[in-house]
């Protein structure tokens, strides 16, 4: 069979994505893309164990294949590539393009293999494409990888699918802690994996306090690691601000579902709340926001200050005056003017 003719009538797919929950669900669109253009093919996903929750009861992924990565574990890596090698894919495509990646989509033997053009991975693939933009949103630039099937174009709005336990599950907790969806609960997320992305825990602390004040329900949630940081944040607060408990990532979803804002820096958080329509403000510095926010969507807020020095890429910086710059009040005035919160003014 040739390869246009496997491109145009593909049995089984495989899409790869592994590290973080946000690069996951940000192939959703992905996903979404290659099974309307192919809906008779079964479409399984790669991805490591913790991100690959926020695809279950996806319609569109056949099976999610865990990828329970262990360094240095090359007979493990091996028997997982064996795996795939066993699946008969008619098409893999590698939307990381990491070694391990590349090995992965190499050892597959799918007939088309699809990746991005990267110095010591070319052998890996016989469709490649440019890296991906990192200028545009990181779900648009992903799908580049795309046009090699005939997709163009495609909406780049990532998505989740809740379950009726989890959102059972969301319900009983906004009802034994007050929070009233009907009368605006708005969702804090303090905490950031590079300290360099991380705006002032006090600036949050001095935001979720003024919100208070204005009769909203806050909730700051939180993740693996960082239930302190988030803590501290709370402590804060006048009156002490309410932590969401530990969750799962369809929990955090269902929750997020019911806030009528989410205020973040730019993270994995942020994707949840764009996935489940609730709208977002996030504070940018290192990092581009158009890479990571929807475009052309007023929902979607992004403040920065006015410097030089922004999207650095650093991970860590000991001046931070691109998270100073960006005060708790040009916050306040960002969630006013989004006019989602129509009482928020009143004293």
């Keep these: 069979m040739s390869l246009n003719s496997i491109i145009q009538n593909p049995q089984r797919i495989l899409l790869i994505q592994l590290r973080a929950i946000g690069d996951v669900l940000l192939t959703t669109p992905a996903v979404r893309a290659v099974k309307q253009r192919f809906p008779d093919a079964e479409i399984d996903f790669v ?98 990888l795309l046009e090699p099937l005939g997709i163009t174009n495609p909406d780049p709005y990532p998505e989740i699918f809740i379950s009726e336990n989890d959102r059972d599950w969301a319900d009983r907790l906004f009802r034994e802690k007050g929070w009233d969806a009907a009368k605006q609960v708005i969702a804090i997320a303090p905490a950031a994996k590079n300290p360099a992305r991380q705006w002032l825990l006090e600036y949050f602390a001095k935001v979720g306090s003024v919100l208070q004040s204005r009769g909203y329900s806050v909730i700051l949630l939180w993740g693996p690691g960082e239930e302190e940081t988030v803590r501290s944040v709370a402590d804060r607060m006048q009156p002490s601000g309410q932590l969401s408990p530990r969750t799962t990532l369809m929990q955090l979803a269902a929750i997020m579902e019911r806030c009528s804002l989410l205020v973040c820096n730019c993270g994995g958080t942020k994707h949840f709340a764009v996935a489940v329509g609730t709208p977002t403000i996030a504070v940018y510095g290192a990092s581009i926001p158009e890479a990571w926010t929807p475009p052309d969507d007023p929902r979607h807020v992004c403040l920065q200050a006015d410097l030089d020095c922004l999207h650095c890429s650093l991970r860590e910086c000991d001046d931070m005056s691109c998270m100073k710059d960006v005060t708790p009040e040009i916050m306040i005035e960002a969630i006013e003017n989004m006019c989602i919160l129509p009482d928020l003014t009143a004293s």
């Design 47 to 144: 991805a490591n164990t913790i991100p690959a929750e926020s695809l279950h009861n996806n319609p569109n992924i056949h099976e999610v294949i865990s990828y329970p990565y262990k360094k240095n574990d090359i007979i493990g890596a091996l028997k997982y590539y064996y795996k795939i090698y066993r699946n008969n894919y008619d098409i893999v495509i590698d939307f990381l393009g990491t070694p391990a990646t590349a090995q992965m989509t190499y050892f597959s033997r799918a007939p088309v293999r699809i990746g991005y053009e990267l110095p010591g991975r070319r052998f890996a693939y016989n469709y490649r494409k440019p890296t991906a933009r990192a200028d545009i949103y990181n779900a648009l630039a992903k799908m580049s």
